[in-house]
């Protein structure tokens, strides 16, 4: 009985920990499409849930994408969208802050093409600089961060690196003083966050113990 309560407690601290702040591995600057580039996406918990029109519940978790583009070397001239996916479906989201400021940008449901946020693609969510200017998201040599409050309306991803259909994605744009793309465009799965992976083990082990006792 002592070492269940133990175990509870240790899982009960884990989920704790991971309900503050759980912190994501990084990819980059040598993946497929980063160019120099580090991406970091962290879920930073639930921060509240809603009913949609239809009645069904939406849960509504905070998560950050940062940029780090101080060794990008694709050739553009500024980050003018990002899009993240972190669940199957999503209602919808908002953005909590963003370089230059959260009113600069606005959402579109759905994810990133060549020519920018296309509308499609189930449980994406697009942030799209809304000025003609591209005077926020420089590159390179700057780090950004977009925070996302997402209403999803369907299991989070497990972050489950063994299956990659359960890995978050993570969209980008790069482009020149025009706005025209330049390089690739980032599209990349984001591995397991360390917080995530603890918390998994720590109610694995704590199940276990139960059973034996």
């Given at each position: 009985?002592?070492?269940?309560?133990?175990?509870?407690?240790?899982?009960?601290?884990?989920?704790?920990?991971?309900?503050?702040h759980?912190?994501?591995?990084?990819?980059?600057?040598?993946?497929?499409t980063?160019?120099?580039?580090?991406?970091?996406?962290?879920?930073l918990?639930?921060?509240?849930?809603?009913?949609?029109?239809?009645?069904?519940?939406?849960?509504?978790?905070?998560?950050?994408?940062?940029?780090?583009?101080?060794?990008?070397?694709?050739?553009?001239?500024?980050?003018?969208?990002?899009?993240?996916?972190?669940?199957?479906?999503?209602?919808?989201?908002?953005?909590?802050?963003?370089?230059?400021?959260?009113?600069?940008?606005?959402?579109?449901?759905?994810?990133?093409?060549?020519?920018?946020?296309?509308?499609?693609?189930?449980?994406?969510?697009?942030?799209?600089?809304?000025?003609?200017?591209?005077?926020?998201?420089?590159?390179?040599?700057?780090?950004?961060?977009?925070?996302?409050?997402?209403?999803?309306?369907?299991?989070?991803?497990?972050?489950?690196?063994?299956?990659?259909?359960?890995?978050?994605?993570?969209?980008?744009?790069?482009?020149d003083?025009?706005g025209?793309?330049?390089?690739?465009?980032?599209?990349e799965?984001?591995?397991e966050?360390?917080?995530?992976?603890?918390?998994?083990?720590?109610?694995?082990?704590?199940?276990?113990?139960?059973?034996?006792?």
């Amino acid at each position: 009985m002592l070492k269940f309560a133990r175990a509870a407690f240790l899982v009960f601290a884990v989920l704790v920990a991971g309900a503050t702040h759980a912190r994501a591995e990084s990819i980059g600057p040598n993946c497929g499409t980063c160019q120099g580039s580090i991406y970091t996406l962290e879920n930073l918990g639930m921060v509240g849930d809603i009913y949609g029109l239809d009645g069904n519940p939406f849960d509504t978790y905070q998560f950050r994408l940062t940029i780090d583009a101080t060794n990008y070397n694709g050739g553009g001239a500024a980050i003018d969208e990002v899009a993240v996916k972190v669940a199957s479906s999503a209602n919808k989201a908002t953005i909590v802050s963003a370089p230059g400021g959260a009113s600069l940008w606005q959402v579109v449901p759905g994810g990133l093409n060549a020519d920018g946020c296309s509308g499609s693609g189930s449980g994406f969510e697009c942030a799209e600089w809304t000025l003609t200017t591209l005077s926020a998201a420089v590159v390179p040599g700057t780090i950004w961060s977009w925070t996302f409050n997402i209403d999803v309306s369907s299991p989070l991803f497990s972050f489950d690196s063994a299956n990659p259909d359960l890995l978050p994605s993570i969209k980008v744009r790069y482009v020149d003083d025009a706005g025209n793309k330049v390089g690739a465009l980032v599209s990349e799965k984001v591995p397991e966050p360390t917080t995530l992976g603890l918390m998994a083990v720590g109610l694995g082990l704590a199940a276990a113990r139960r059973r034996r006792a």
